[in-house]
């Protein structure tokens, strides 16, 4: 069965350094998610990526925050200049379409800032 | 008030008894509803959607969803205590803003 696959599993990082978190989403899917676990907290949608375009991005997606399809398979989440409380798992998702499709999620990269 | 609610569990069923997990939602204008399952330490498990008022089911799961109630459940059959996990309500705000639950941890005892 066609998965999202995510890199690296683990990223340990220095506060303030910048951190590129890389996702292949499923083939035949169009649209690209991206979302942030704090350890035993609830699941948040960071912003949502659709034709080469943010479709959607919530309260956190700040500036810090980037997203981008550099080529036809990856995409991917950029943190500018990383701060302790960005210690999360990332969870990159992908869909067929939008409205009621379900998105798949990888298995996350899990991110460490020191 | 919370966008997505769910009760945190502790639930714990004996094998072979029916699981019920409860959620509710704050937006009304929420159209597409979607649980969840996540073990600990790995991602989301996509088990079910449901879009429409009234009961869907597949295998031993259940959704039902009361939009009128603002209220979306997920009913396990015949539990199995491999169905021990931490189980998500997520619903879709719009069509590609999705907002989680905090989950309900389900243990099922052998």
Not at chain 1, 72 to 90: H, P, Q, V, W
Not at chain 2, 47 to 70: P, V
Not at chain 2, 79 to 85: E, K, N, R, T
């Amino acid at each position: 069965e066609p998965e999202v696959t995510q890199t690296p599993s683990h990223q340990v990082t220095q506060m303030g350094q910048e951190v590129i978190l890389r996702c292949v989403p499923i083939s035949n899917h169009l649209y690209f998610y991206w979302y942030r676990q704090i350890l035993g907290q609830k699941v948040e949608f960071l912003v949502s990526f659709y034709n080469n375009e943010i479709s959607e991005k919530s309260e956190i997606f700040d500036d810090q925050f980037s997203v981008e399809r550099p080529d036809g398979s990856n995409f991917t989440l950029k943190i500018r200049s990383t701060k302790l409380e960005d210690s999360a798992m990332y969870f990159c998702a992908s869909s067929e379409a939008t409205g009621n499709q379900p998105q798949h999620f990888g298995d996350g990269t899990r991110l460490s800032i020191l | 008030q919370k966008e997505v609610e769910q009760n945190s569990g502790p639930l714990s069923v004996p094998e072979g008894a029916i699981a019920s997990l409860n959620c509710t939602y704050s937006d009304r204008g929420s159209q597409s509803f979607f649980w969840y399952r996540q073990y600990s330490g790995k991602s989301p498990e996509l088990i079910m959607f449901i879009y429409s008022n009234g009961d869907k089911e597949d295998g031993r799961f259940t959704a039902q969803l009361n939009k009128a109630s603002q209220y979306v459940s997920l009913l396990i059959r015949d539990s199995q205590p491999s169905d021990s996990a931490t189980y998500l309500c997520a619903v879709k705000r719009s069509d590609n803003d999705m907002r989680f639950g905090a989950g309900t941890r389900l243990t099922v005892k052998p």
